[in-house]
């Protein structure tokens, strides 16, 4: 070879590493900046309609708040929504991200990436062949949700079920493990001691142990997954007490703990009182 062509070969080379260690980042960096510009103006209206409608979001402090928003909002932009025989509204894009943002707000991974489409239904809806109506459902063509389910699932009702959460739980195990498209690597690490846990307990279940994840989370071990994340925000004091290891290692794997976040907030609250009381 001769010396000029090793020099265009070694100007190549460390062109394309300029390019990738040291202009790529400065690119995204600057892209996230117009995003967080874009997003300052529309940032109050989120707040609102999250604050109004996610009760998870009162529990989290002013700096996690703000991450919330932000995440949402670029979730949102990430993803194409298909309304499907319902009136679309701002709202439900909205919403929709920001239940994926609650269950991977303590993870560096949050965009779901593989998942382009996010299908909005009116009611449950039938699929394929199964003889029950779906509340919603994940597959390779997209994550779907009926609607009417969705906002009976956001609000704080007794039964503990969620929709939202539960099928974003099954999009995270799946681009963390089926497309490996988005790859969360504390999740990923994490996922083989949360199963050390999880798989005798979902064993015992199969076998007619009965716990307050109820019936359909021995349906195979995906579903016993999904509904332990509905169960870990929707009914965290109960799931604690009750299985506490299983919570524990969920604590662990998604990096936040809803019942720790409640009590820190319970802390500000009774230092704000205690001010009061000695001012007057
Ligand atoms: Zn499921």
């Given at each position: 070879?001769?010396?000029?062509e ?16 040291v ?25 609102e309609?999250i ?65 382009r ?7 449950d ?65 994490e ?68 019942i ?10 009774y230092?704000?009182?205690r ?6």
């Amino acid at each position: 070879m001769e010396a000029l062509e090793v020099l265009i070969v070694c100007l190549i080379v460390s062109s394309a590493v300029l390019v990738i260690y040291v202009l790529q980042p400065l690119v995204e960096k600057f892209l996230l900046a117009r995003k967080r510009k874009a997003f300052g103006a529309q940032e109050d209206f989120y707040r609102e309609l999250i604050a109004k409608h996610i009760p998870y979001f009162h529990r989290l402090d002013e700096e996690q708040q703000a991450k919330f928003l932000f995440r949402t909002f670029l979730f949102q932009k990430a993803k194409k929504f298909h309304y499907v025989g319902v009136r679309q509204s701002p709202e439900m894009p909205i919403l929709i991200s920001a239940v994926a943002t609650q269950l991977t707000l303590g993870l560096e991974k949050f965009s779901l990436n593989y998942f382009r489409d996010i299908f909005v239904l009116e009611h449950d809806y039938h699929y394929g062949y199964y003889s029950l109506p779906f509340m919603g459902h994940v597959d390779s063509s997209g994550i779907y949700f009926s609607w009417n389910d969705f906002m009976q699932g956001i609000k704080n009702n007794p039964d503990s079920s969620n929709v939202g959460l539960h099928e974003m739980a099954h999009a995270l195990a799946y681009v963390n493990f089926v497309t490996k498209t988005d790859e969360d690597k504390h999740f990923k690490k994490e996922f083989k001691n949360f199963s050390k846990v999880a798989r005798p307990i979902y064993q015992e279940m199969q076998k007619g142990r009965k716990t307050l994840l109820g019936e359909y989370a021995c349906t195979n071990y995906h579903e016993f997954w999904a509904v332990s994340v509905e169960m870990f925000f929707e009914n965290s004091v109960r799931f604690k007490h009750e299985l506490p290891q299983l919570y524990a290692a969920m604590a662990n794997l998604l990096n936040q703990d809803p019942i720790e976040q409640i009590k820190y907030k319970r802390n500000i609250i009774y230092r704000q009182i205690r001010t009061t009381h000695v001012v007057h």
